[in-house]
């Protein structure tokens, strides 16, 4: 199981602080067993948010070469294109601008 993200953890122990505090409030319960109750409910309800939160997609070097790859080759063969093939000149790669840092 993967180790639960910063939102995991936020979200979850926000859950339980709030929904004991409500559930405290709202039942008026004085005895030790009602307390626990709730706060057992609490901490069910909180690990029920931080599991459901959604898990942030990977977005790697490798992961967008993949992409890239199978839109372009859908049967997962490399293709030449016609031209090159044909033994025309490769067309020359775009000018990149880097930004410049201060």
């Given amino acids: 199981m993967p180790r639960p993200t910063a939102a995991q953890l936020a979200y979850g122990s926000a859950t ?21 109750v709730i706060s057992a409910a609490a901490l069910a309800l909180g690990l029920l948010v931080a599991l459901t ?18 839109a372009a080759h859908p049967g997962g063969q490399a293709t030449v294109p016609q031209d090159l093939a044909a033994g025309a000149a490769a067309p020359a790669p775009a000018p990149v601008e880097h930004p410049v840092h201060h």
């Fill in 16 to 36: 339980v602080i709030v929904s004991t505090i409500a559930m405290l409030l709202l039942s008026q319960t004085r005895t030790g067993l009602g307390v626990a």
């Fill in 53 to 70: 939160v959604p898990l942030p997609r990977r977005r790697g070097r490798h992961a967008a070469t993949r992409t890239r790859t199978a």
